[in-house]
Nanobody, 120 residues
Framework: RVQLVESGGGSVQAGGSLRLSCTAP????????IVWYREAPGHSREWVGG???????TYTDSVKGRFTISSDAARDTSYLQMNSLKPEDTAMYFC??????????????WGQGTQVSVSS
């Protein structure tokens, strides 16, 4: 299994911004889409959004207009830019290549995630 590494989390006040990073070695050459999730205490893991291998972005309604997903092929890294953060965005954030999008995209293990805490 290939290990993912997420980073960039932290504690911010409402209205602030953070940029999360997710490095998944080889996902670009495999043609994988990238999906971002979050898990708040007491809640199940929630789909946040994703970016396809050809650059199409999708988002859950609660983050549309505030979050932007991008990817850097040269670094095999995806980014989640989060603006206008709200307390309800507080969660552990994870990413993962979508195993349905290409051969070899299912070889990735979940990373440790990165914690985002937003205070009011």
């Amino acid at each position: 299994r290939v290990q993912l590494v997420e980073s960039g989390g932290g504690s911010v006040q409402a209205g602030g911004s953070l940029r999360l990073s997710c490095t998944a070695p080889g996902f670009t050459s495999k043609g994988c889409d990238i999906v971002w999730y979050r898990e708040a205490p007491g809640h199940s893991r929630e789909w946040v959004g994703g970016i396809s291998h050809d650059g199409r972005e999708t988002y859950t309604d609660s983050v549309k207009g505030r979050f932007t997903i991008s990817s850097d092929a040269a670094r095999d890294t995806s980014y989640l830019q989060m603006n206008s953060l709200k307390p309800e965005d507080t969660a552990m954030y994870f990413c993962k290549p979508d195993s349905n999008t290409g051969r070899g995209c299912g070889v990735y293990a979940w990373g440790q995630g990165t914690q985002v805490s937003v205070s009011s």
